[in-house]
């Protein structure tokens, strides 16, 4: 049973920072990709960064890119979200997903696991 677990979220000033945890568990991850997405109040789902576990190659939302950065540690089957510099409207539910595909993806449709979410919520 493949289960991806988030954790690290709270409550932050704007302008500080925060690390996102996701453990994956259940198979064997090293073919995929693994992605975070999050999800504003009454808006849709959107993409923020994927890493490739096999080459590590990222790919980064435009909205977040010099400020967040996306990582892995294989050893422990991990990635990570480190937001920096986070501003107000950085706030919302992130998910970690993962992607049958070997190339980092910024598609909803190509991620078919994901975790439950984390709340993000940043103070002005």
């Known amino acids: 049973q493949v289960q991806l677990v988030e954790s690290g979220g709270g409550l932050v000033q704007a302008g500080g920072s925060l690390r996102l945890s996701c453990a994956a568990s259940g198979r064997t991850f090293s073919s995929y990709t693994m992605g975070w997405f999050r999800q504003a109040p009454g808006k849709e789902r959107d993409f923020v960064a994927a890493?490739?576990?096999?080459?590590?190659?990222?790919a980064i939302a435009n909205s977040v890119k010099g400020r967040f950065t996306i990582s892995r540690d294989n050893a422990k089957t991990t990635i990570y979200l480190q937001m920096n510099s986070l501003k107000p409207e950085d706030t919302a539910v992130y998910f970690c997903?993962?992607?049958?595909?070997?190339?980092?993806?910024?598609?909803?449709?190509?991620?078919?696991?994901w975790g439950q979410g984390t709340q993000v919520a940043v103070s002005s």
């Open positions: 997903a993962a992607s049958p595909l070997s190339r980092a993806t910024s598609l909803n449709r190509d991620y078919n696991y």
């Open positions: 890493i490739s576990w096999c080459s590590g190659s990222t």
